[in-house]
């Protein structure tokens, strides 16, 4: 049995990418090179969070593990 851990998201929208990034404990920072500049916004724990699969409005279009 094989186990992943997910590491990121990448959404698509609003004509650009943003992503998630979960740190090694689990928690997760969204980025938005437009919107958070240089900054990533902490957002949570990722078993707290409800939806892996859209992120303001954009939809997930690749998972990293």
């Known amino acids: ?17 943003t992503a998630r990034i979960v740190g090694n404990k689990g928690e997760v920072w969204y980025h938005d090179g437009i919107g958070t500049k240089h900054n990533s916004e902490y957002e949570g724990q990722l078993p707290n969070l409800k939806d892996m699969f859209t992120a303001k409005d954009r939809a997930a279009c690749m998972m990293i593990y």
């Open 1 to 17: 049995r094989v186990s992943y851990k997910l590491k990121g998201v990448i959404y698509l929208g609003g004509n650009h990418f």
